[in-house]
């Protein structure tokens, strides 16, 4: 598995941290089962659509158990769109 962090420098500080991938990120703020983080996760959606990896993502949530939380926080972001994916049901 390829690493998931991912290397940011500080501002004005010239240290390297690393931190979450987005999609990590999401799949945390989908855990905390909290109104605000479904809000942040569809925040998160929004503003990183085209990097995203949804395979990931899907996989990630489905063996979390995370899938609905997915499904309810891509619908918050983008209400008349399928999440990428997802097939016909």
């Known amino acids: 598995m390829p690493a998931r962090r991912v290397p940011t420098i500080l501002p004005d500080l010239d240290i390297e941290i690393a931190v979450l991938a987005c999609e990590d990120m999401i799949l945390h703020k989908l855990l905390a089962e909290r109104v605000i ?53």
């Open 37 to 89: 983080d479904l809000a942040d996760a569809a925040a998160l959606l929004r503003a990183n659509r085209q990097s995203l990896d949804f395979a990931y993502l899907g996989n990630c949530a489905q063996e979390l158990h995370l899938a609905a939380s997915l499904e309810r926080a891509w619908h918050a972001a983008y209400p008349d769109e399928p999440l990428p994916g997802d097939r016909p049901k």
